[in-house]
């Protein structure tokens, strides 16, 4: 059976409860087991993935979280750096990860995405991880003739 680590930011309480509710429906619909961990914010998750993954647990995982535009470059810095340490996990360690971490302008922005009867996105991020962990089953079953 497949198994699923969510990792949730949860800086932003309700749009990370919504984000999880999209995630976690689209997983249960799918026959999928999950685990959830709280982390505080959007650069502590792939750190928090790399840890799982040295257990050898979990078949792919789902980041799920938000970064909302603010006065300072802060913003610029955690959008870049979470997207890009979750690219080094799946490049470099071939992990399964569906990204589901938000970068929006305003809060507005971020309730819609997060909201599982419109943007769904913590719900694509689920189904992003599935496909990749099917693809990844697939090609390692693949032996040249």
């Known amino acids: 059976m497949t198994h699923v680590l969510i990792v949730s930011s949860t800086f ?7 984000l999880l509710h999209g995630a976690t429906a689209h997983l249960t619909s799918a026959g999928v087991t999950y685990e959830v961990i709280g982390v505080p914010g959007a650069l ?3 750190a928090v993935i790399r840890f799982a993954i040295a257990t050898g647990k979990y078949d792919g995982y789902v980041a799920l979280g938000c970064v909302i535009r603010g006065e300072t470059s802060h913003y610029d810095i955690v959008c870049r750096e979470s997207a890009r340490g979750l690219m080094i996990l799946s490049m470099q360690l071939s992990a399964a990860i569906g990204n589901g971490i ?3 302008d305003t809060a507005g ?8 009867y419109q943007g769904d996105k913590g719900g694509h991020a689920a189904a992003a991880c599935l496909q990749l962990i099917d693809i990844k089953r697939k090609l390692s ?5």
């Open 141 to 145: 079953e693949t032996k040249p003739a």
């Open 102 to 104: 938000l970068t929006v």
């Open 44 to 46: 502590e998750i792939p």
């Open 12 to 18: 932003y309480e309700d749009i990370a409860e919504d």
């Open 109 to 116: 922005q971020a309730q819609v995405r997060a909201d599982s």
